[in-house]
């Protein structure tokens, strides 16, 4: 892509007369024998690959998605992802995107590449994450927010691509899947930064330079937000009391839970699983 038809795509999200649509929209394990294809589909689609790998099968070519990849699929591309292996499957972040109402789809699209791919994503996990939340609530300005979330989404992409050019080494995804499995494994174990850095047999400080290049952010923040996704997880899926919940992640109490998780996602766990359900 280049800059101008990045800023074309920016522009065309941005404006108040574009009709935005997020039909399909989760953040999931997929099962065992996940495999999804399709001839095409009329929205763009976007895969963000958490944990493990999957292949993607697009016309005659195939391509690997390990950990930290995005793939953002144009309309109309015909596709087929699938684990690459059974006993390990995929957690991924994923949307569906209309841009544009019934008379608009005759626009030419000012991307022409069916696809695009960022093999190391994880600086926009915490914007996808926050899209997914947004998506799950009906408060007030919502549909302003989701369309300022989008540009904030696309151009912090389109920023990635334009910083990769230039050699500016991050952690290795071998390492990012191992600190996210070291997370899921043990949320309930409040891990530090330096833990972080030993497991990635790294020197504290150099660790913390290349983990803010990979994530965006500090390990701290990012230990942070790991615990509460897994908590927002369990909201969704559980009826778990949100006390024992807390008092499961060492919590003080359930206004400290409370409170940290409002930082984060915008809404107190309860009205969280309200939405959710």
Not at 63 to 68: P, S
Not at 75 to 103: D, K, N, W
Not at 192 to 197: D, Y
Request: charged share 25%.
């Amino acid at each position: 892509m280049t800059r101008k038809q990045r800023r074309s795509w920016l522009d065309r999200l941005r404006a108040p007369d574009t009709p935005i649509g997020v039909p399909l929209y989760a953040h999931h394990t997929v099962s065992p024998d996940w495999d999804s294809k399709r001839p095409g589909i009329p929205e763009h689609l976007v895969y963000l690959v958490v944990q493990h790998a999957c292949e993607a099968n697009l016309g005659d070519r195939s391509v690997r998605l390990d950990a930290g990849s995005l793939m953002w699929l144009r309309p109309g591309v015909p596709f087929r992802f699938r684990l690459l292996q059974a006993s390990r499957p995929i957690e991924l972040c994923r949307f569906r995107l209309v841009v544009g109402g019934a008379a608009q789809k005759t626009a030419a699209m000012p991307i022409e590449e069916p696809y695009t791919i960022w093999r190391k994503a994880w600086e926009v996990r915490p914007l996808f994450e926050t899209l997914l939340t947004e998506l799950h609530t009906r408060r007030a300005y919502r549909d302003e927010r989701l369309r300022a979330l989008l540009v904030l989404f696309f151009s912090t992409l389109f920023r990635m691509s334009e910083e990769q050019q230039v050699e500016r080494p991050g952690l290795r995804g071998s390492i990012c899947e191992r600190l996210q499995q070291m997370v899921a494994f043990n949320p309930q174990r409040r891990l530090t930064p330096a833990e972080l850095a030993a497991a990635s047999g790294l020197s504290p400080d150099y660790f913390t330079r290349l983990f803010r290049r990979t994530y965006g952010m500090a390990p701290r923040r990012w230990l942070v937000r790991e615990r509460l996704r897994w908590a927002a997880q369990r909201l969704a899926e559980s009826s778990m009391p949100i006390g024992s919940l807390a008092a499961q992640l060492g919590y003080p109490d359930i206004f400290s839970f409370s409170r940290q998780f409002k930082q984060v996602y915008g809404i107190s766990p309860k009205a969280y699983r309200r939405q959710d359900r």
